[in-house]
Nanobody, 112 residues
Framework: QVQLVESGGGLVQAGGSLRLSCAASGIIFKFRAMAWYRQAPGKQRELVAGITSGDNTNYADSVKGRFTISRDNARNTVYLQMNSLKPEDTAVYYC??????WGQGTQVTVSS
């Protein structure tokens, strides 16, 4: 059974930082591309950042230079380091391993 469990969300002031974690089980993690998406109220879910099994990364233009995705294959965990947070980053952040596998989401709220 595949499980993706996100953690690390919370309330932070604009300009602050958070690090999200997503612990995976039930998959051969080191072979999977992983990604973070987010969904703000009333908006569609959007890609934030992705990382391949070979550590190639891609980012949404809105987060380039502020967010960093990384992975630790020994811990079966993918991270999203978020710096210089803005109120418009407020959303529920989801981890995905593709193939329809999603975590439950973690709320990030950035106050102005």
């Amino acid at each position: 059974q595949v499980q993706l469990v996100e953690s690390g969300g919370g309330l932070v002031q604009a300009g602050g930082s958070l690090r999200l974690s997503c612990a995976a089980s039930g998959i051969i993690f080191k072979f999977r591309a992983m990604a973070w998406y987010r969904q703000a109220p009333g908006k569609q879910r959007e890609l934030v950042a992705g990382i391949t099994s070979g550590d190639n990364t891609n980012y949404a233009d809105s987060v380039k230079g502020r967010f960093t995705i990384s992975r630790d294959n020994a811990r079966n965990t993918v991270y999203l380091q978020m710096n210089s947070l803005k109120p418009e980053d407020t959303a529920v952040y989801y981890c995905t391993a593709g193939a329809g596998y999603w975590g439950q989401g973690t709320q990030v709220t950035v106050s102005s």
